[in-house]
């Protein structure tokens, strides 16, 4: 479970998932191209960190035995996976926002 938590609590990172898609779209149009560059790298790193958060929750999933798949320990485990899917979509969304601004020519 720690390591479950330390992927939803993400790396050090500067990027915050919750900053509306609006905010991100200001921010990345103040950016130069190798800035968008970076910030894009930033946002792969941290989306690869949350689909192997998922792979390894799939994982626990699938190992379970049929009774377990209905107890506390599945719910927790399915509790995890719809928040690390959140968190991946809108960390998508807003990585779109910085290569979108690198493809318009920035």
Known sequence: M????????????????????E?????????????LK???AEYQGLIAEKQT??????????????SDLMGEQARTLKAEMGDLTASLEKLSAQMAVFA??????K
């Open 53 to 66: 958060g998922i792979k390894g929750i799939e994982t626990k999933i699938k190992n379970l035995s049929i």
């Open 2 to 21: 720690l390591a479950a938590a330390l992927v939803l609590a993400g790396c050090s990172s500067e990027i915050d998932e919750n900053k509306p898609v």
């Open 100 to 105: 979108d601004e690198l493809a318009a020519g």
């Open 23 to 35: 905010m991100v779209k200001v921010e990345a149009s103040k950016m130069k191209p190798e800035a």
């Open 38 to 40: 970076e910030k894009i």
